[in-house]
């Protein structure tokens, strides 16, 4: 049961603008593109100094990822009862000191998986599930696009930071490295705490009631169960490929800078894949536009695996990086469109572990595969049938449902 839309008086046009700015500069410095995307340029070095397999040493991607998966819905509920900027400014620090602290790796695998978790849960509010929680507060008709815009900040970063480890790696080694990153996302992501603003500032003193569906309504729901399997799905098929391209282009007689080129074109078609898609689903019905996304990253990895040819390689690459892109945006905006507002931290965290709970399976089966096979051809053809399975579960969501979509049951003004 749903009350009257609230009115809420229209903030002032810099208000959007700082939050969209606040947001993309917080995801540009944040877990997703600072940790996950530079994976890989750790994972030759470390194999290196430590003699370790690449499941080994790719291990701190799927650690972080479960650490971050297990606490989502932590987060999310922490966000509806004290506030976004509060949880993310404390994760922030957190993040920053436990990135830097990467460097103080012996040699110890525990040491090293313990390391790894505790940088996945303190960065979960630093992704995209803290950033993006702020914008659905603000927009209504063109969330889409508020989303998009946002989301270009992480995928700027998915560019620059694998470049740019590369770089500190090469130039100061990957101890300095990991200290060079911890800091920056410290000092970066307190900038962008300062941009943001809230319309909902948590439970206590709360002037406005934001509306929707009630969390124990939402938790019996086919949708929300379908939404979490179908980003299970699609990230366990694209984010599983990080931490490999680099060693998967060096396997093919490419050299390091190229092969850390490969990773941001990755970053270059999560960039255009966040804004397009956000274009998108404020025009079209999102579960079409992500079946559609979802189909073209299962072409990108088809395409990974059948080539050698390094320009081809780019391209697909590029196509895996759009559907990257696309997740993003559409996790919070389906759950935003199906369930409102009402308890939308507790539920985009929910959807947000399942897309944490594929990042962890993917890494793992795909480099103990390379280690057991010495190839990653199996897992490159079963991938894409993941994806295309992800395709055909996110069209069986249906229409939006009634009271839940912004303009209906949510106070936002139409930004």
Not at 297 to 303: D, H, I, N, T, Y
Not at 326 to 348: K, M
Request: net charge positive; hydrophobic share 55%.
């Amino acid at each position: 049961m749903h009350d009257a839309p609230q009115v809420l008086p229209r903030a002032a046009g810099w208000i959007y603008v700082s939050v969209i700015l606040g947001a993309a500069l917080g995801m540009l410095a944040g877990y997703a593109p600072l940790f996950n995307a530079t994976a890989g340029v750790f994972v030759r070095p470390l194999a290196a100094e430590f003699g370790w397999g690449r499941s080994q040493a790719s291990l701190s991607y799927a650690a972080s990822m479960f650490g971050l998966a297990v606490v989502s819905p932590i987060v999310g509920a922490m966000m509806d009862r004290f506030g976004i900027r509060r949880v993310i400014v404390c994760s922030a620090i957190v993040f920053g000191l436990a990135t830097a602290a990467m460097s103080l790796q012996n040699g110890s695998m525990l040491m090293w998986v313990a390391l790894s978790v505790v940088v996945g849960v303190s960065g979960a509010a630093t992704s995209v599930l803290g950033y993006l929680a702020v914008l659905p507060q603000w927009f209504d008709r063109r969330l889409g696009l508020a989303l998009g815009i946002a989301m270009c900040g992480l995928g700027a970063g998915t560019v620059i930071l694998p470049i740019t480890a590369q770089f500190l790696v090469t130039t100061f080694g990957w101890r300095m490295a990991y200290v060079g990153l911890g800091v920056g996302s410290v000092v970066l992501s307190l900038v962008a705490c300062g941009l943001l603003r809230e319309r909902f500032s948590g439970s206590r003193g709360a002037k406005h009631v934001p509306q929707g569906v009630a969390l124990a309504a939402a938790m019996r729901s086919y949708r929300l169960w379908a939404i979490w399997l179908v980003f299970v799905l699609s990230s366990a098929a694209t984010l599983s490929l990080g931490p490999h391209l680099p060693s998967l282009f060096a396997d093919r007689g490419f050299d390091a800078a190229m092969a850390a080129r490969s990773a941001s074109m990755v970053g270059v078609g999560l960039l255009v894949g966040r804004l397009l898609t956000g274009l998108l689903i404020d025009k079209i019905h999102a579960p079409l536009v992500a079946s559609v996304f979802f189909i073209g990253g299962a072409v990108g990895v088809f395409l990974l695996r059948g080539t050698h040819d390094y320009a081809a390689l780019l391209v697909a690459t590029t196509l895996i990086g759009l559907t990257i892109g696309a997740e993003g945006d559409l996790i919070s905006y389906l759950v935003r469109s199906y369930f409102g507002l009402t308890s939308f931290g507790s539920l985009f965290g929910i959807a947000f572990s399942g897309y944490g709970l594929g990042a962890v399976i993917g890494p793992i089966g795909l480099g103990a595969w390379f280690d057991r096979h010495g190839s990653y051809d199996v897992p490159l053809l079963v991938l894409p049938w993941m994806l295309l399975a992800a395709a055909a579960l996110v069209l069986s969501l249906g229409r939006y449902r009634a009271g839940a979509e912004g303009k209906d049951a949510t106070a936002v003004a139409s930004a």
